[in-house]
């Protein structure tokens, strides 16, 4: 299948449309078995990776019609991956590698032999240093397996680039979504790193965290990473929601959304129901009857909602419920 411009514009098209109608992580598995069908290839390994001095670290990855055990058997080789080499001294081009070419190692040898792979190219996302970054590589297997095109490796190249961009965009179109307050959505492992958002991060949070830098998030966040659901760090005036993504090409991905908190955010849990219930209406007596507590203990609760969000009275407090939500 020739990947002339055409194919390039529809695939952009494609992608487009495609963005309204996934998430990031659902995003990039349409977009990865895109790519694969326009380029007619067997198997494909992707996910996130850094450029360190003098490796590629991946990060989190995910292999399409591969043993699972693919990964794991990448890292016993990598440090013999040409292709890993070849990225390190030009990341903005595409590398490819030949089971049959003449620069070998015993390590690349070992890995097309065990999985069948003849030719295979990797592209990976132009980052700044310290930024993870997406990388798809792609296998052709078989004897009489095609070389790579300058067409094939320029449309490899250029797709993982809008797509990642694409990614971004979504995840970030995502706290949007459900908060007006300013924040910054991420997508996370346990371990604390950020595979997109972090850059967002930095920047809307630099008062918090001015030396930050790279995708590994400051302690507080590393923290939050390794839980399910909110966290309020009053100290830092920090709400943060952690979902755990279930069912996706990538596991062990969570999605993090880290916002300033609101008036409403230092309350209880039951001093945000019975702060709604004020909201609605309802005196401190209804209060009382509605949750089964007595009324010397709902105005108590009352008393410390308006100490908590600094008004002082049933009018700004239902203003300030309604406002958040």
């Not at 790519?35 to 850094?50: I, K, T």
């Not at 990964?71 to 089971?99: G, H, K, N």
């Not at 949007?176 to 809307?204: H, K, N, P």
């Amino acid at each position: 299948m020739a990947v002339g411009i055409s194919t390039f514009s529809n695939f952009i098209g494609e992608l487009r449309d495609a963005s309204s109608e996934h998430d990031s992580l659902s995003l990039i598995d349409w977009g990865v078995n895109r790519l694969l069908d326009h380029l007619e290839v067997d198997a494909a390994w992707c996910g996130w990776a850094e450029i360190a001095p003098d490796e590629v670290v991946v990060h989190c990855s995910s292999a399409s019609n591969l043993p699972q055990d693919y990964s794991s058997f990448w890292e016993t080789i990598s440090a013999e991956d040409l292709l890993a080499r070849a990225i390190l001294r030009r990341p903005a081009s595409v590398a490819t590698y030949a089971r049959r070419g003449r620069l070998q190692t015993d390590g690349m040898v070992a890995l097309a032999d065990r999985y069948h792979l003849t030719r295979m190219a990797t592209a990976m996302e132009q980052r700044p240093p310290g930024r993870t970054a997406f990388f798809l590589s792609v296998y052709r297997g078989g004897g009489h397996a095609p070389d790579w095109m300058a067409e094939e490796t320029e449309f490899l190249a250029c797709g993982v680039d809008h797509l990642a961009a694409a990614a971004r965009t979504r995840q970030r179109g995502a706290l949007e979504a459900v908060s007006d307050r300013d924040g910054v959505d991420l997508l996370t492992d346990e371990s604390g790193r950020a595979f997109i958002g972090g850059a967002a991060l930095s920047s809307a949070f630099a008062d918090l965290w001015p030396e930050a830098r790279g995708d590994v998030l400051p302690a507080p966040l590393k923290s939050a990473a390794r839980l399910s659901g909110r966290t309020v760090f009053g100290d830092l005036g920090l709400v943060v929601d952690v979902k755990p993504l279930a069912g996706q090409r990538f596991s062990g991905l969570s999605s993090m959304s880290v916002r300033r908190a609101g008036a409403l955010d230092c309350l209880t849990a039951r001093e945000l129901q019975i702060a709604r219930e004020i909201a609605r209406g309802a005196t401190h007596k209804l209060v009382a009857r509605d949750l089964g507590i007595s009324p010397a203990t709902a105005r108590n609760h009352i008393q410390s909602i308006y100490r908590k969000t600094g008004v002082d009275n049933r009018v700004a407090l239902a203003r300030m419920v309604l406002a958040g939500g």
